[in-house]
DNA sequence: TTCGTGATAGAG
DNA sequence: TCTATCACGAAG
C-alpha cells in the first residue's frame, strides 16, 4: 500500500476541508505515530474562537507563515496546543485534537505516566504531552521533514462525522468537529 | 464539580 | 499594574 506525505497544496484550500481531510491520516512525529481521529477547523473569518479574532500576534502568524506551518500555544497555563496553518481559499486552522497511537506506544505511555491506549492521545493537551511537542516546534513546517508531517494511505477510505466544536464560548454553534466514525480514540463521544 | 497554571491583550 | 479569558485535564 502506497504512503504519501501531505505537501503544502493539501493546506492552500480552507480549514474545513483540510480538517475534514487530515481525519484518517498519520502523524508521524519522530519516532512515534498516530492516526488522526479528531479534528477542529477555525476560520480566520467569521468564526469568533479563532485567536485571529482577538489576537494580533496570530494575525501576523498567518501573515508572516506559509500554509503547512505548526501554530502552537499553550493553554491553561500548562498544555500544549498542536495547530496547522492553512492558507488559501480561506485562511485559519487545523486543531489536531485526538489519535489513535501506532508506534512508539510505549514512549506515549511514559511520557503520559498511564498504561491505557485508549487514553493516551485522546485530547489536545494529551498527544502534545504524548509526542513531546512544545513551543519549539511552533512555526515548523510540517511539509517538508519525513520525521514531523503528515502521511497518507492512498485510495484510503474515511467515515468522517461533523459535529459542534468542544470546549469555546464563542461561535460555538459551527459543526466544524470532525471525528473517525466510531473511534474509542477520541477526546468525547460524537453527540447524540 | 473544582482547581491548577501561565501567556496574551486590553483597560485604567 | 490589573483583570479577564482561555480550542484542557485530573482528581474527587
Known sequence: ????????????????????????????????????????????????????????????????????AAYIYLNYGMHWMLNVLVKGEANGFVLIRALEPKTGIEQMKKRRGIDDEKRLCSGPGKLTQALEITDRHHEMDLCADPRHCFVRSANAIVDVVADVRIGISRSAHYPWRFTLRGSKFVSVPVRL
Open 1 to 68: 500500500m502506497a504512503h504519501e506525505i501531505i505537501r503544502a497544496p493539501f493546506f492552500q484550500r480552507d480549514p474545513i476541508a483540510c480538517a475534514r481531510g487530515l481525519v484518517g491520516t498519520e502523524l508521524i512525529w519522530g519516532r512515534c505515530s498516530g492516526v488522526i481521529v479528531e479534528t477542529e477547523a477555525y476560520n480566520a473569518v467569521n468564526d469568533e474562537a479563532c485567536h485571529t479574532f482577538l489576537r494580533p500576534s496570530t494575525r501576523a502568524f498567518v501573515e508572516h507563515n506559509k500554509a503547512g
